[in-house]
């Protein structure tokens, strides 16, 4: 059996979910709604991808991000290196401290229906992720490499380049589908 390459199993980009930088966040979400009714995938998308000024892929906003897009005090838990992940728990910090937090930074001190409300008009460039260097893959790429991205980076997406260019997106997700379908 031929070893599959990454363009065989990626999502190309007319098939997802693309926000400019500039739309709001309630922009992003409506269209990533959408994308969700419309899709014929096993799996919903979970994402926007965002593109610039220059139509260039440049970053994404995930569930995560929306979420923490709400309560905008989390900033001030983000590692120096700017990556966007809280992660305190990493650190060996237990459940009663990382409670703690809420009361002693005030999160999460108005409502839900506040905050949504608020933070449907932040810009997508504010609240995107930017994706590090080992977050792309090439589009003739074996799927090994991909899979080994994905397990040593823990990622839950990869974006696909062609001669530098963003024309799709690799999910964990459906490399667990064909792996689930070439053991069954």
């Not at 005030?106 to 977050?135: F, H």
Request: charged share 30%; aromatic share 8%.
């Amino acid at each position: 059996m031929k070893a599959k390459n990454v363009k065989e199993v990626m999502i190309p980009l007319s098939d997802y979910a693309i926000v400019s930088e500039e739309e709001t966040l309630a922009n992003a979400i409506k269209k990533l709604k959408q994308a969700q009714k419309d899709t014929k995938l096993r799996h919903k998308h979970r994402a926007v991808l965002v593109y610039d000024k220059g139509n260039n892929i440049t970053g994404k906003v995930s569930i995560f991000d929306v979420l923490k897009a709400l309560e905008p005090k989390y900033r001030q838990f983000e590692h120096s290196d700017n990556d966007g992940s809280i992660g305190l728990s990493r650190f060996g910090f237990n459940n009663e401290f990382l409670n703690s937090l809420l009361d002693n930074f005030n999160l999460w001190d108005e409502t839900l229906e506040e905050l949504v409300k608020k933070a449907s008009q932040l810009k997508v460039k504010d609240i995107m992720y930017t994706p590090g260097k080992g977050e792309y893959v090439d589009e003739e790429s074996q799927l090994s490499e991909a899979v080994h991205q994905f397990i040593l980076g823990g990622h839950q997406s990869l974006l696909v380049l062609k001669k530098n260019k963003v024309i799709g997106i690799l999910r964990l997700a459906d490399i667990f589908d064909l792996v689930c379908d070439i053991l069954e």
